[in-house]
Each structure stands twice: as structure tokens, then as C-alpha cells.
């Protein structure tokens, strides 16, 4: 299970670990792998020494995280653009999200990841253990995603070819 982004309060970190142990009760041996920094960094390696806090990466190693994960939990209430959504559905990530911002406009709930009403910290949890419960559909929500993120940035790089 991975998590991208500041580690901060302002991101809902805390939502993260809820999750995930809520991930924990169907998946024992589930992982939780954070890359990001920021001033909750010291306090989650200390308080969650099972969870590995990569730091910041950038570029191909960032790719390789993306990669290397089964389930994105992304519970930011204060993005825009959504870097994070497009990477992971790039990457054939399946993500839980609150519908706002970029995720309400690329990802379709049920379809391409799990879409969850905007500051619904319990319906997160749900969608979050739902998904540990049929693996099967996460691979499946992970291809859609990809398509998704092909089917966006392809216009976009037509465009910027035309200049």
C-alpha cells in the first residue's frame, strides 16, 4: 500500500494509517510504504516502525515506487492539479480518493479506482478495506486507471507537438 505526498497534517496522514489498518484485518502481511517528507517524518518512523518512509524521489526512482505498489491511498482534501492521481493511474495504480479536484475529473469510481464523497473519512476506510478483500479488482481498477492516464495525456503531447 503506498501513500505520495508531504507527510503533514494538512494532508490527512493520519487517514492513511487508519486505512491501512483497516487494510491489515484482510491482509496480514499488507505493507505500508510512504514517500514523501515533511514535519511528520521523524514522528511516523518513530511511532510506525513497521511502515517504511522512503523520503522525497523524483523521476525514474519515483516511477519505480509507483510501480511497486498494489494500492494508492490518497487522502488530501487540498489538491488542484493532482500530480499524484495521473502518476498512479499512469502507472497502473489503483487508488482510493475523496472526489474532488483531478480525481473527481479522471477517476471513476468503481470503474478506473475508488471515488469516495469529499471529507468522508468512513466511507475512505470502507472503500480502502473493500478493495484489500478482492485483489482481483484492484489489478482490474489498475488497468482502467492506465488507460485513463493514456487517454489524457496522448492529446496533450499531440498538442505540445504541434508548437
Do not use: W
Not at 486505512?19 to 510504504?33: E, G, K, M, S, Y
Not at 491511498?73 to 502518476?87: I, K, M, Q, Y
Not at 482502467?144 to 489524457?152: K, M, Q
Amino acid at each position: 500500500v503506498l501513500y505520495v505526498g508531504d507527510l503533514a497534517s494538512a494532508k490527512e496522514v493520519d487517514l492513511v494509517f487508519r486505512a491501512f489498518a483497516a487494510i491489515r484485518t484482510r491482509i496480514a502481511d499488507a505493507r505500508l510504504v510512504m514517500v514523501g517528507d515533511g514535519p511528520l517524518r521523524a514522528t511516523i518512523q518513530q511511532s510506525e516502525p513497521d511502515t517504511v518512509v522512503l523520503g522525497s524521489r523524483h523521476g525514474q526512482a519515483l516511477a519505480d515506487c509507483y510501480a511497486a505498489g498494489d494500492l494508492l491511498l490518497d487522502t488530501s482534501l487540498a489538491e488542484t492539479f493532482g500530480n499524484v492521481t495521473l502518476e498512479a493511474a499512469a502507472s497502473g495504480l489503483t487508488m482510493v480518493a475523496f472526489d474532488h479536484g483531478a480525481v473527481g475529473e479522471l477517476i471513476e469510481d468503481g470503474v478506473s479506482g475508488c471515488v469516495v464523497p469529499y471529507a468522508d473519512e468512513e466511507a475512505f476506510i470502507r472503500a480502502a478495506r473493500a478493495l484489500a478483500h478482492v485483489p482481483q479488482r484492484i489489478d482490474y481498477l489498475g488497468a482502467a486507471a492506465r488507460r485513463v492516464a493514456e487517454a489524457y495525456v496522448k492529446p496533450e503531447l499531440e498538442r505540445v507537438g504541434e508548437k
